[in-house]
């Protein structure tokens, strides 16, 4: 059984959070493994979302106990980490976890360390001041995602459900990523090196023709 941690505190992405819970929902009806999620705060409760309540199920001193660590993207992303947070993902790390960022939950793991050396993204907006407070990251600014081995990083919004789908692929194979994607209805794969946006403009001289 797998059992995911969700990060939540002051600041948290809501729509992070819930992207996560989708996710690792339980579908065991339709032949997937059935997820254990927790929720881990600093503080009892955390209400991020006012028209669903977000509660801590765990303290942050069970990251050792998770399969995977998700870190949700923060509303004030420049904004100094939380060190109690830093030291947990400091510590699923030492402990062999996985550790997944969406959006601009990547300063946090760039905060403890974890990106030293590593490809990361993070949302475009904030690409390169990640890249000037974490020199020693290589920032893959236009990637939806990137990774490898136990450390993981998603661009903004959507970007972190097609890191979900691709690890959920990686773990439960292809069939369940189709099966997740599908009730989410959401495209199955898009690669991480697919670029975070386009240029759409329409040049004049082809409004002219």
Same mark, same amino acid.
């Given at each position: 059984?797998?059992? *995911?941690? #969700? ?13 996560? $819970?989708?996710?690792?929902?339980? $579908?065991?009806? /339709? ?34 106990? @998770?399969?995977?660590? #998700? ?28 550790? *997944? ?16 050396? $590593? ?5 475009? &907006? ?5 890249? &000037? /407070? ?7 600014? /236009? ?41 989410? *209805?959401?495209?199955?794969? /898009? ?13 004049? &001289?082809? @409004?002219?023709?």
């Amino acid at each position: 059984m797998t059992t *995911v941690g #969700i990060l939540v505190g002051p600041g948290r992405r809501a729509f992070d959070i819930e992207v996560a $819970r989708e996710v690792y929902d339980d $579908r065991s009806d /339709r032949g997937l493994p059935r997820p254990t999620v927790r929720i881990l705060a600093a503080k009892k409760i955390t209400d991020l979302d006012p028209l669903r309540s977000i509660r801590r199920t765990h303290d942050l001193s069970t990251v050792a106990e @998770l399969d995977i660590l #998700i870190v949700p993207g923060s509303e004030e992303p420049l904004a100094e980490c939380h060190s109690q947070e830093v030291a947990a993902v400091a510590r699923a790390a030492s402990a062999g976890i996985l550790v *997944v960022s969406l959006c601009t939950g990547a300063f946090t793991l760039a905060a403890a360390g974890l990106l030293d050396g $590593r490809n990361a993204t993070t949302h475009w &907006r904030f690409a390169d001041e990640l890249a &000037r /407070r974490y020199p020693h990251i290589h920032v893959q600014s /236009r990637d939806l995602y990137c990774g490898e081995g136990r450390v993981w990083t998603s661009a903004g919004v959507t970007a972190g459900v097609d890191l979900l789908l691709h690890l959920v692929r990686l773990d439960w194979g292809a069939s369940a990523a189709e099966t997740v994607a599908k009730a989410m *209805v959401t495209p199955v794969f /898009r690669p991480g090196t697919q670029a975070q946006f386009a240029d759409t403009s329409i040049p004049k &001289r082809a @409004l002219q023709n």
